[in-house]
Nanobody
Framework: QVQLVESGGQLVQAGGSLRLSCGASGRTVSSYAMGWFRQAPGKEREFVAGISRSGGSTNYADSVKGRFTISRDNAKTTVYLQMNSLKPEDTAVYYC?????????????????WGQGTQVTVSS
């Protein structure tokens, strides 16, 4: 079992920055690839960014490339999502999730563990 807790979401103006954190406990977190997903009202959950077990490989949705950066600190069992140049369309509940594979996948249905989510609201 892995328990995930997100934090850092808040209201921010367009163009601003936020850093989300995902604290993990339970089984060795370094055994999982990690992903960030988001879900806006009335929309399906979508992949935002993923990072491999070692942290050496990352991937991003096209909509956030160049603006968001995912990282992990396995010693602190924490995964981060640095979000810059935020846009109103980034408004959503953001979730972190653990994937038992070495490299993260973009399909949310393949992830094993989820946090409760943190709200990010970007005002125009």
């Amino acid at each position: 079992q892995v328990q995930l807790v997100e934090s850092g979401g808040q209201l921010v103006q367009a163009g601003g920055s936020l850093r989300l954190s995902c604290g993990a406990s339970g089984r060795t977190v370094s055994s999982y690839a990690m992903g960030w997903f988001r879900q806006a009202p009335g929309k399906e959950r979508e992949f935002v960014a993923g990072i491999s077990r070692s942290g050496g490989s990352t991937n991003y949705a096209d909509s956030v490339k160049g603006r968001f950066t995912i990282s992990r600190d396995n010693a602190k069992t924490t995964v981060y999502l640095q979000m810059n140049s935020l846009k109103p369309e980034d408004t959503a509940v953001y979730y972190c999730a653990a994937d038992s594979m070495i490299f993260p996948r973009s399909d949310y249905r393949q992830y094993d563990y989820w946090g409760q989510g943190t709200q990010v609201t970007v005002s125009s």
